[in-house]
């Protein structure tokens, strides 16, 4: 048994999305099929990004699992033969068994392009949405700025059933225009459900005049959906790469308003253990906090995790559950406390 991992690229315009869902084709529901009979057995792709309907890719990744004694890096050659014209697999290589290509650290860099015209070009219109309003890129790009960075993005996505983490980082916000063709690309440590979409959808009303540019953090601030702008149409939205990391970072740095942390990593590798300081965090934001970051650590390989609270004593309850976590004080350094699974 061996897992292949593919870079997956197609036009999501004939498409349900990515994931396997009832009410029409999907491109996992494609991958699945075609694979199944190239390699003559049961195969089940796992993707890193399950794209929404009628979005765009030209970097997704999915690895899946197969017995088949086909080299891994001729699969991509072969399933192209059988794959419709709007789905290709740039490339096809062998990975380490446990390899999941959600569960490893990477930056994604999704685009989204706005044709911004009088009379909409339909060669184009496949690939993004046509604004007829004329738009400020200045200042789009100045509201823009206030994203960057570690924040809860709560205003910036579609709420689901579950309870689910809503802060992210955005290393990255830029917004170039050629012509008439105005492209936001974005890289970040993941993004929310819709998230890149109503960012495009509420930096264009800034570009129209509605909102100012500093309306950008008020709305970041609210955590409320409704306070931000609409979800820009799916078909300007692509996904263009995910570039996982491939040395452990030493040191991340969180700070905003709201928060600052310093996550240690650089005895993770050779001795298990991090350190987590937590410089200065509101109090409503401190519980979240301390889970998100021990979690994280615990994800990139730490067994053991030292937190210090910088800004206030007592805050960390000796005892009770944060998440999966139960902290202790640790004897040997004062001031220290030491995560107990």
Known sequence: MKRVKMIVAYDGTNYCGWQIQKNGITIEEVLNRELTKLLKEPVTVIGASRTDSGVHSEGNVAV??????????????????????????????????????????????????????KIEVPTVRLYSYFCYFPLDVERMREGGAYLVGEHDFKS?????????????????????????????????????YNMVRIIAGTLMKVGMGVYPPAHVEEILDARDRNVAGPKAAAKGLSLISLDYETELKKQIQGENKEWSYTLSQDKIVSEGKA???????????????????????????????????????????????????????????????????
Request: charged residues 30%.
């Open 64 to 117: 899946f699992d197969t017995e088949n004694r086909m080299p891994a890096d001729k699969i991509c050659f072969a399933l192209n033969q059988r794959l419709p014209d709007d789905i290709r697999i740039l490339q096809s290589e062998e990975v380490a068994p446990d390899y999941h290509p959600r569960k490893q650290n990477c930056v994604k860099t999704y685009e989204y392009k706005i044709m911004n015209r």
């Open 156 to 192: 910036f996505c579609t709420a689901r059933g579950q309870a689910e983490e809503t802060v992210r980082t955005i290393y990255s916000l830029d917004i170039e225009k050629s012509g008439d063709l105005i492209t936001i690309r974005i890289k970040g440590s993941g993004f929310l």
């Open 275 to 341: 350190w987590l300081h937590i410089h200065r965090c509101r109090e409503e934001d401190f519980e979240r906090l301390l889970i998100r970051v021990v979690h994280q650590a615990v994800q990139n390989g730490a067994k053991t995790i030292f937190v210090r609270d910088e800004e206030m004593d007592g805050r960390i309850i000796l005892g009770k559950p944060y998440g999966f976590y139960i902290f202790q004080a640790d004897p040997e350094s004062l001031g220290w406390y030491v995560t107990q699974k």
